[in-house]
């Protein structure tokens, strides 16, 4: 598909962090024995009973970073989408102007979870201080039917000035509800090189995945300028149709 793209005029758009997947393992028991029933190792139960011990202690360290590490002091937790994010969308566009991000106001993000949060699949965080907004976080979880396998995943991760501080709390906050879920892992793709510092922040595994790049074609000679920095696109969850089978 991607030849057929260029054949036609498309330029390729793939940032950096669109080859890798960011993750914190919050049930080690279960994530061991997910990778070990993608193998085609013989005996996987077994396999699993003489090496989870000795691999948590190896690993416990990594597997524990996350806690106490971020404070809750200004995280709310809100239960829908509504007219604040009128507001919130005007104030992202003022902070994220040098960065291609899809419209986040209230009519969209409402259509795109509100099935989510009425199944209360998804959950949201906001930052508040001093009784401003400062940022939020929106998660979502997904139950593999096929193997029991649970994993929540970061949708998106807005901090007003790119405070580096607000966006540690809200990720902290939102592994510790994924953990309350009894998610088996947090996962985190996309995004820019900048909120992957802030994830990293928390020492996550990593495994590379599949690139999928975007394409773009324009007339526009601003546009096109715009688009040939690939950095300042910020890629997430909430495009396209990525959560439709959750």
Do not use: H
């Not at 699993?48 to 597997?63: E, G, M």
């Not at 209360?120 to 001093?130: D, E, G, H, R």
């Not at 709390?169 to 509800?177: A, Y």
């Amino acid at each position: 598909a991607g030849k057929i793209m260029e054949a036609l005029g498309f330029k390729k758009l793939s940032p950096k962090t669109q080859d890798s997947s960011l993750f914190v393992i919050l049930n080690f028991e279960n994530t061991l024995k997910f990778f070990l029933n993608k193998s085609i190792l013989p005996f996987k139960e077994i396999i699993l009973n003489l090496i989870k011990f000795p691999i948590n202690l190896i690993l416990s360290k990594k597997l524990n970073y996350w806690k106490n590490k971020f404070s809750e002091e200004n995280i709310v937790r809100y239960k829908n989408i509504d007219s604040k994010f009128n507001y919130i969308w005007k104030q992202i566009k003022s902070t994220y102007k040098n960065n291609l991000i899809l419209k986040r106001d209230k009519e969209w993000l409402k259509w795109k979870l509100d099935y989510f949060f009425k199944k209360n699949q998804a959950w949201l965080f906001l930052s508040i201080k001093n009784k401003k907004i400062n940022g939020y976080a929106i998660c979502i979880e997904n139950k593999n039917t096929k193997d029991g396998f649970k994993r929540a995943f970061l949708l998106d991760l807005i901090s007003f000035n790119q405070s580096n501080e607000v966006a540690i709390n809200l990720v902290g906050s939102c592994i510790k509800e994924a953990k309350k879920r009894n998610c088996d892992i947090i996962e985190f793709r996309g995004f820019n090189q900048s909120t992957r510092s802030t994830i990293n922040f928390f020492s996550p595994f990593e495994k590379k995945i599949k690139d999928n790049p975007f394409y773009y074609k324009s007339n526009n000679i601003k546009l096109k300028k715009i688009l040939n920095k690939s950095y300042q696109l910020m890629p997430t969850y909430l495009d396209g149709d990525s959560i439709v089978g959750f």
